[in-house]
């Protein structure tokens, strides 16, 4: 238990990563018209990557504050499926992998970082 209570703030901000701006762009593009609904689907195509990017960084950020733990990576992967079903489309399962290697990527690049220049 006491490995998840260090990486529940971790989890909580991958989750709001997750959630928050899909849901600001559904909620965008349900008050505007047809011109900005096209231009927020494209931006709603780019979200996954996004969410890629933004598991990479908190992963970086666990890695240089707190070791190398690869409970980050599996909790990242496990708060996206949710995702998949209530954002996305099936086609979008592979994220679920691309999201817990980024991650995992990010806490061996923290913990290289962390380890090189000193923890905070």
């Known amino acids: 238990m006491d490995r998840f209570e260090k990486t529940l703030t971790y989890f909580i901000t ?51 504050n707190r070791g190398n733990d690869w409970l980050v990576a599996l909790e990242s992967a496990v708060a996206f499926i949710p995702c998949v079903y209530i954002f996305f489309n099936t086609t979008a399962w592979i994220y679920v992998l691309i999201i817990g290697l980024g991650t995992m990527l990010g806490i061996v690049l923290g913990k290289v970082f962390g380890d090189r220049f000193g923890r905070r």
């Open 14 to 64: 991958m989750i709001i990563f997750f959630y928050a701006l899909p849901f600001i762009l559904i909620a965008a593009a349900s008050n505007m018209g047809e011109d900005y609904s096209a231009a927020i689907g494209s931006i709603y195509n780019m979200l996954p990557m996004f969410d890629a990017c933004c598991g990479l960084v908190v992963g970086f950020f666990f890695g240089r």
